[in-house]
């Protein structure tokens, strides 16, 4: 108990979400104390189920069923529960007693029964709890070896009939069948157990196709079959280690598994991880697989990614690249995924001549890869060859002439001492932009930008002048020019303040008083006071129905 403070709560979620638990506590029901647990349902977008764990090895816990919480977060219901429980503290260690004593109670009830009677308790909960005598069915029917039976039952574990509605199986209910769908991954689990880890090979597969059909049908949004699907890839990997099939026959299942031959977007399964079982007979047959797959299909994004992964845990960094190499992106993304690979295995030289190859190929250097560039940019400097990098900035940002690309070009030149002259030939670059009609809204907010960066005011505010702005320039310029320009940036921020008064809502009306203390400033800068307390009269008459926003101006004293 000495882990449940609010303290505590607040460092396991976090301010924001302690804060938001707040008003949920009227939200908690059916709470449930237990002898080091407390369970609770917790009302919110759906009711939620919701356990806090007390005294556990890494003090005070909890899990949700919420989204966030099947994240592995400490969400607001925890936290919710954790207050309702401190609320009533003095209480608790009478009712941990109680739920002590219940348990132990039930405990020696239970052991004094005999055979017979517990079997008849048995069959009473069988009769009364569906999912209770499925479950007990399907353990029957794998310890008696009766794989029918097995089948069967784990086709009826994963049939969404019970759960949908129109043939969907929607949120509300997803999580019962993912339940549900469990409790046939635990069949298959216990079927390896039990010395059957043929029979629980060949389920495995079956469930994985079944699984998937049902994938299409239900909201998954919780990710609770993904879950699953990573708990039966598991459970297939066991019994193969346990059965040892045949190399060859696992090799070209796990290789159709990969290529998408079977349609399973939920169990993803590495062939690597059964090294172990398909020994170096199976690892050839899968190898020869991969290949031959690759090269009926260079481009396909399962086989390149079969290749990759194979390569690489045989450390042949030549084949990975023949891997990318078969299939280069036009944008030199490829090149640069190739460069990192031999930087990794140490031939930076080639590594560099990739990268330099596919600034050369890249069909448009105004889409190339900015990564690519950063990355050749950075090679030549630690080389020395300021020069070359200053040449790729350049280049790049002929072809692509954003704020950014200025921002790289203005750094690589100022290493070499060269900006000045770079600095003159792209603002001429943007001004002919700017000065194009047709460009205007592409060349003018970026030369705006460009001078901004470059802290020349008078010259960016010339140029909005000249060539336009957006509004988010001007009253950049305009906070900018203030103590200098007062009369010039009033014009602006009354423009900009004008449409805001014709809307509602808090954004707005915190937006609207930013712009009257702006508008302020400059009015005591041309000492015209007065002609600010008028119009700040007049809007107040005019805007006098919006609560918000007099109440805004009251805190700022307008």
């Given at each position: 108990?000495?882990?449940?403070?609010?303290?505590?709560?607040?460092?396991?979620?976090?301010?924001?979400?302690?804060?938001?638990?707040?008003?949920?506590?009227?939200?908690?029901?059916?709470?449930?104390?237990?002898?080091?647990?407390?369970?609770?349902?917790?009302?919110?977008?759906?009711?939620?189920?919701?356990?806090?764990?007390?005294?556990?090895?890494?003090?005070?816990?909890?899990?949700?069923?919420?989204?966030?919480?099947?994240?592995?977060?400490?969400?607001?219901?925890?936290?919710?529960?954790?207050?309702?429980?401190?609320?009533?503290?003095?209480?608790?260690?009478?009712?941990?007693?109680a739920a002590r004593e219940r348990a132990q109670g039930l405990d020696g009830w239970?052991?004094?029964?005999?055979?017979?009677?517990?079997?008849?308790?048995?069959?009473?909960?069988?009769?009364?709890?569906?999912?209770?005598?499925?479950?007990?069915?399907?353990?029957?029917?794998?310890?008696?070896?009766?794989?029918?039976?097995?089948?069967?039952?784990?086709?009826?574990?994963?049939?969404?009939?019970?759960?949908?509605?129109?043939?969907?199986?929607?949120?509300?209910?997803?999580?019962?069948?993912?339940?549900?769908?469990?409790?046939?991954?635990?069949?298959?689990?216990?079927?390896?157990?039990?010395?059957?880890?043929?029979?629980?090979?060949?389920?495995?597969?079956?469930?994985?196709?079944?699984?998937?059909?049902?994938?299409?049908?239900?909201?998954?949004?919780?990710g609770r079959l993904g879950q699953i699907g990573a708990d039966l890839a598991d459970?297939?990997?066991?019994?193969?280690?346990?059965?040892?099939?045949?190399?060859?026959?696992?090799?070209?299942?796990?290789?159709?598994?990969?290529?998408?031959?079977?349609?399973?977007?939920?169990?993803?399964?590495?062939?690597?991880?059964?090294?172990?079982?398909?020994?170096?007979?199976?690892?050839?047959?899968?190898?020869?697989?991969?290949?031959?797959?690759?090269?009926?299909?260079?481009?396909?994004?399962?086989?390149?990614?079969?290749?990759?992964?194979?390569?690489?845990?045989?450390?042949?960094?030549?084949?990975?690249?023949?891997?990318?190499?078969?299939?280069?992106?036009?944008?030199?993304?490829?090149?640069?995924?190739?460069?990192?690979?031999?930087?990794?295995?140490?031939?930076?030289?080639?590594?560099?001549?990739?990268?330099?190859?596919?600034?050369?190929?890249?069909?448009?250097?105004?889409?190339?890869?900015?990564?690519?560039?950063?990355?050749?940019?950075d090679r030549y400097a630690r080389a020395g060859r300021i020069a070359d990098a200053?040449?790729?900035?350049?280049?790049?940002?002929?072809?692509?002439?954003?704020?950014?690309?200025?921002?790289?070009?203005?750094?690589?030149?100022?290493?070499?001492?060269?900006?000045?002259?770079?600095?003159?030939?792209?603002?001429?670059?943007?001004?002919?932009?700017?000065?194009?009609?047709?460009?205007?809204?592409?060349?003018?907010?970026?030369?705006?930008?460009?001078?901004?960066?470059?802290?020349?005011?008078?010259?960016?505010?010339?140029?909005?002048?000249?060539?336009?702005?957006?509004?988010?320039?001007?009253?950049?310029?305009?906070?900018?020019?203030?103590?200098?320009?007062?009369?010039?940036?009033?014009?602006?921020?009354?423009?900009?303040?004008?449409?805001?008064?014709?809307?509602?809502?808090?954004?707005?009306?915190?937006?609207?008083?930013?712009?009257?203390?702006?508008?302020?400033?400059?009015?005591?800068?041309?000492?015209?006071?007065?002609?600010?307390?008028?119009?700040?009269?007049?809007?107040?008459?005019?805007?006098?129905?919006?609560?918000?926003?007099?109440?805004?101006?009251?805190?700022?004293?307008?």
């Amino acid at each position: 108990m000495r882990g449940l403070t609010e303290a505590n709560l607040k460092t396991l979620a976090g301010a924001r979400s302690f804060e938001r638990a707040l008003g949920y506590l009227d939200a908690v029901s059916v709470v449930e104390v237990g002898d080091g647990w407390v369970t609770a349902s917790v009302h919110g977008t759906d009711r939620y189920e919701v356990e806090l764990t007390l005294d556990g090895p890494g003090g005070l816990s909890g899990a949700c069923d919420c989204p966030y919480g099947l994240e592995g977060n400490f969400c607001k219901h925890l936290v919710a529960l954790g207050l309702t429980v401190l609320a009533q503290r003095e209480s608790l260690p009478r009712q941990r007693k109680a739920a002590r004593e219940r348990a132990q109670g039930l405990d020696g009830w239970l052991s004094a029964l005999s055979k017979d009677e517990l079997l008849a308790l048995l069959r009473e909960q069988i009769d009364e709890d569906r999912q209770l005598r499925r479950r007990l069915e399907l353990r029957a029917a794998s310890a008696r070896g009766d794989l029918t039976a097995v089948r069967s039952r784990i086709r009826d574990l994963l049939d969404i009939g019970p759960f949908a509605q129109y043939g969907y199986v929607e949120y509300a209910d997803a999580r019962a069948y993912a339940d549900q769908a469990g409790q046939a991954v635990s069949a298959i689990g216990a079927l390896t157990g039990s010395g059957r880890a043929a029979d629980a090979i060949t389920l495995a597969r079956e469930a994985m196709r079944l699984l998937a059909e049902a994938l299409e049908s239900v909201d998954d949004s919780d990710g609770r079959l993904g879950q699953i699907g990573a708990d039966l890839a598991d459970a297939h990997l066991d019994a193969c280690r346990a059965a040892r099939p045949d190399p060859e026959e696992l090799a070209r299942w796990l290789v159709g598994h990969a290529l998408g031959d079977i349609d399973d977007g939920l169990t993803d399964i590495d062939p690597l991880d059964y090294d172990d079982v398909l020994g170096e007979e199976g690892m050839a047959v899968l190898r020869k697989l991969a290949v031959e797959a690759w090269r009926r299909n260079r481009r396909g994004w399962a086989e390149k990614h079969l290749m990759e992964r194979l390569a690489k845990a045989g450390g042949n960094v030549d084949a990975v690249i023949a891997v990318h190499a078969a299939d280069l992106a036009p944008n030199g993304h490829t090149h640069l995924v190739i460069a990192r690979e031999l930087d990794a295995a140490r031939r930076s030289d080639e590594a560099l001549d990739w990268a330099e190859r596919g600034i050369r190929d890249a069909r448009e250097l105004s889409a190339v890869d900015t990564a690519l560039v950063d990355y050749l940019c950075d090679r030549y400097a630690r080389a020395g060859r300021i020069a070359d990098a200053v040449a790729v900035r350049r280049d790049h940002f002929r072809a692509r002439r954003s704020l950014l690309a200025y921002q790289q070009l203005r750094a690589a030149a100022r290493a070499a001492d060269s900006w000045p002259a770079e600095r003159e030939e792209a603002l001429a670059l943007l001004r002919a932009d700017a000065e194009r009609p047709q460009q205007s809204w592409y060349g003018g907010p970026v030369l705006v930008d460009a001078l901004l960066d470059d802290k020349d005011v008078d010259a960016a505010w010339q140029a909005a002048t000249a060539t336009g702005a957006d509004d988010r320039q001007w009253l950049t310029l305009a906070d900018l020019a203030r103590a200098t320009r007062p009369a010039d940036a009033l014009s602006v921020y009354l423009r900009l303040a004008e449409p805001l008064t014709g809307q509602t809502g808090n954004t707005a009306y915190e937006q609207l008083v930013g712009l009257l203390l702006s508008i302020r400033d400059c009015h005591r800068g041309l000492g015209t006071e007065d002609e600010f307390a008028a119009y700040v009269t007049a809007l107040r008459t005019a805007q006098k129905r919006k609560r918000n926003l007099m109440r805004l101006m009251d805190e700022h004293g307008l």
